[in-house]
């Protein structure tokens, strides 16, 4: 029987710690690899890369791979350099993204921008992005390499994708789940994928591991979305409403503004545009969210693709791997309780 998210993890909070205790030791190798590969004979790249990558961020996504490879119990160490090149990428992107949105936190600390300025911060994002092709160069497969520059290449689609939606509040929700498709779940996908690669299984394997991986990351971002509204800075790492602030139109707005009358559709439209972005706005915008259930909405649309995730790691037998994955699931879903 497939377990459902709603069983999972019964009266216990789920988390990621029994991926973490899975994974530990190979993920202390991940770590030495991130931490010799960041250096540089140029004094503030290391310190920049470092500010965020020992900000204490989850490493959700290295995880990923090291775990997938667990499930497929390959016996190799070819995954521990692309679990670190899959961090990489990812601390990159959000190098650039916090120059993007102009971010005063990231990881619960001050965003390394507006300590080292937007220039420094583009620079080392480059320098990072370019550390993970040479993990992957190294790894010597043709696939791997496919799979993670794909990836590298659709997040930035994702990210201008974004861009030309901001402060748009006839986003559509095609649009909307295109953006999160490829900005945040491409990268969650790639990282689960890798791992079959380099066990060597069969197609059917990997793309079961992608989807699983997809499926899991646009779970993750919709409750993000929701959680931007309801939650604290001290909870999520980042400034609450955030996304109200940078006019994204993520799905709680498009909910609430398509459900709402044309005087609460005018106030959207006027926040979206940066015209009300005061505390009591984000308080009246918040409440409009609640009014119409945009946030439970949210969170439901969450558990779908969550339940998702699940389901593709269906073909693969039990085992302690199989239940840090599922969990993982059920830990993205739980941060919005």
Do not use: C
């Given at each position: 029987m497939?377990?459902?998210i709603h069983q999972l993890g019964?009266?216990?909070?789920?988390?990621l710690q029994p991926m973490l205790n899975l994974v530990a030791p190979e993920m202390n190798r991940v770590n030495a690899v991130i931490l010799d590969r960041m250096q540089s004979e140029i004094p503030l790249i290391p310190e920049l890369a470092g500010h965020l990558i020992a900000g204490g961020g989850k490493r959700m996504r290295p995880m990923l791979t090291l775990a997938c490879a667990r499930l497929l119990d390959y016996p190799?160490?070819?995954?521990?350099?692309?679990?670190?090149a899959v961090?990489?990428?990812?601390?990159?992107?959000?190098?650039?993204?916090?120059?993007?949105?102009?971010?005063?936190?990231?990881?619960?600390?001050?965003?390394?921008n507006l300590i080292f300025g937007n220039p420094a911060a583009v620079l080392v994002g480059d320098f990072l992005f370019s550390r993970s092709f040479e993990l992957m160069v190294e790894d010597g497969s043709l696939k791997v390499l496919k799979i993670l520059s794909n990836a590298s290449a659709v997040i930035a689609e994702g990210e201008v994708n974004q861009l030309t939606a901001q402060r748009q509040i006839t986003t559509s929700q095609e649009k909307y789940l295109d953006i999160i498709g490829s900005k945040t779940a491409a990268l969650f996908a790639a990282a689960c994928r890798i791992a079959a690669v380099v066990a060597e299984r069969p197609?059917?394997?990997?793309l079961a591991l992608?989807?699983?991986?997809?499926?899991?990351?646009?779970?993750?971002?919709?409750?993000?979305?929701?959680i931007d509204y309801v939650s604290d800075g001290e909870t999520m790492g980042k400034d609450a409403g955030d996304d109200f602030r940078d006019g994204k139109v993520t799905l709680p707005v498009i909910l609430a503004h398509s459900r709402g009358d044309a005087e609460e559709k005018h106030f959207w439209h006027n926040a979206m545009l940066g015209h009300r972005v005061s505390a009591d706005d984000l308080a009246y915008a918040t409440s409009l969210l609640r009014k119409y259930n945009a946030i439970d909405d949210t969170l439901e649309r969450a558990r779908h693709y969550g339940q998702r995730a699940i389901d593709a790691l269906g073909p693969f037998a039990a085992s302690a791997a199989k239940d840090a994955l599922v969990e993982a699931v059920e830990f993205a879903i739980a941060r919005a309780y």
């Open positions: 497939t377990a459902t019964g009266a216990r909070t789920p988390s190799g160490d070819r995954h521990h350099k692309l679990a670190a961090e990489f990428i990812h601390t990159a992107t959000l190098l650039h993204d916090d120059v993007v949105d102009g971010s005063d936190m990231r990881r619960g600390k001050t965003a390394a197609e059917a394997d990997e992608d989807a699983y991986g997809r499926n899991l990351g646009i779970a993750f971002q919709l409750v993000d979305d929701a």
